[in-house]
Nanobody
Framework: QVQLVESGGGLVQSGGSLRLSCAAS????????MGWYRQAPGKQRDVVAT???????NYADSVKGRFTISRDNAQKMVYLQMNTVKPEDTAVYYC???????????????WGQGTQVTVSS
């Protein structure tokens, strides 16, 4: 089956760094825009960063200058490098991508299972 598999979450101290990874698995013909979203308890799910197939990026104001999104099309991977993390970055982080399956003529939006990031004070 086609799915997004995340890794890299965990506990990190304030001011530290963490890198999240997301791999698109299965027989995939092409990948469109990919992104990272996060949701804290009692809060809505908000976009953190997105990156198009061509490499155009967009960031939430709260993470600009600290986080970097990147992708490796050959490996079907998207990454989120998180630097100078803050306690308010604590949330469940979700990978998102538009995927086109082999022999399919349409893209389908997929979500990863989510990975917990906890930033300690």
């Amino acid at each position: 089956q086609v799915q997004l598999v995340e890794s890299g979450g965990g506990l990190v101290q304030s001011g530290g760094s963490l890198r999240l990874s997301c791999a698109a698995s299965g027989i995939i013909y092409s990948i469109g825009t990919m992104g990272w979203y996060r949701q804290a308890p009692g809060k809505q799910r908000d976009v953190v960063a997105t990156i198009t197939t061509g490499g155009t990026t967009n960031y939430a104001d709260s993470v600009k200058g600290r986080f970097t999104i990147s992708r490796d099309n050959a490996q079907k991977m998207v990454y989120l490098q998180m630097n100078t993390v803050k306690p308010e970055d604590t949330a469940v982080y979700y990978c998102n991508a538009d995927l086109k399956r082999w022999l399919s003529d349409k893209s389908v939006n997929y979500w990863g299972q989510g990975t917990q990031v906890t930033v300690s004070s």
